[in-house]
């Protein structure tokens, strides 16, 4: 235990990668708890498909995933994050 506090206080971005990973892993988790109860409430008849669904999200992040890889090699990523930052679905 104090060798991880004098890790932390020797190197701040010891303590921001942890903000980093612990915000990260928080929204990860109320996605994951909330998700389903918001797509039963507006569309009821959903119900028993809420592990297509759920699958569906899964295959997204996969896909997401292995084309940053193939495309971070061609591009560098400071230049990819501008317009994927600007796709946005409107309302």
């Keep these: 235990l104090m060798r ?15 903000a980093v ?3 990260f892993e928080g ?12 797509i039963v409430s ?3 008849g ?6 297509l669904i759920f699958s569906a999200f899964m295959l997204c992040c996969a896909c997401g995933s292995s084309a940053f890889e193939r495309l971070s090699l061609r591009i560098p990523p400071s230049h ?5 930052l600007s796709l946005r679905i409107p309302p």
């Design 42 to 44: 507006g569309c009821p």
């Design 80 to 84: 990819l994050i501008v317009p994927l």
């Design 4 to 18: 991880t506090w004098a890790a932390l206080i020797a190197d701040p971005k010891v303590l921001w990668c942890g």
């Design 21 to 23: 990973i612990a915000a």
């Design 46 to 51: 959903l119900a028993p498909h809420l592990g």
């Design 27 to 38: 929204s990860m988790f109320v996605f994951v708890f909330s998700w389903s109860p918001v």
